[in-house]
């Protein structure tokens, strides 16, 4: 299924990068799904009663960890479930709730991250995920984008 996809507002990488300079040299392209963009948004711009974005500094670690082409099992990890969800990982917003937002990376050229879906991760045995999940991350493996 072919989809298409906004590059991720500059806001977002200015504020990542005063927390984290060494992100400002990376080659990777953050994108947001055009048909989720809005879900998406409004999910990293929540904000507590005091108007304090409540994931800036954890997006900002998610963030530095993509750029610099890392993978870390507590911030972004690869969620490849099966054949199905090749390439897909999740940024994890771990707390008091248990948030992911489906990625799936795509590398011709540079390498691209597209933020698919953010969806509440209701399981917590661990690692496991439930069959919903599952077929959320096997959905995210079948999009195709144009960039």
Do not use: W
Not at 26 to 35: G, L, M, P, S
Not at 56 to 65: D, N, P, Y
Not at 69 to 88: F, H, I, P, Q
């Amino acid at each position: 299924m072919k989809r298409n996809s906004i590059i991720l507002p500059e806001e977002f990488l200015e504020s990542a990068k005063k927390l984290y300079p060494e992100i400002d040299a990376a080659n990777v392209e953050i994108r947001i799904d055009e048909q989720n963009f809005d879900s998406i948004f409004n999910f990293l711009i929540e904000s507590d009663k005091k108007g304090k974005l409540i994931r800036k500094k954890k997006f900002a670690r998610i963030l530095r960890e993509i750029l610099l082409g890392n993978y870390d099992d507590d911030l972004y990890g690869k969620e490849e479930v099966s054949s199905k969800a090749k390439n897909v990982t999740a940024m994890k917003f771990t707390g008091s709730n248990n948030y992911r937002i489906g990625c799936k990376e795509f590398f011709n050229g540079n390498k691209k991250v597209v933020m698919i879906t953010a969806f509440h991760k209701k399981s917590t045995n661990g690692s496991k995920n439930s069959k919903k999940e599952i077929a959320i991350y096997e959905a995210i493996g079948s999009y195709e984008y144009e960039f």
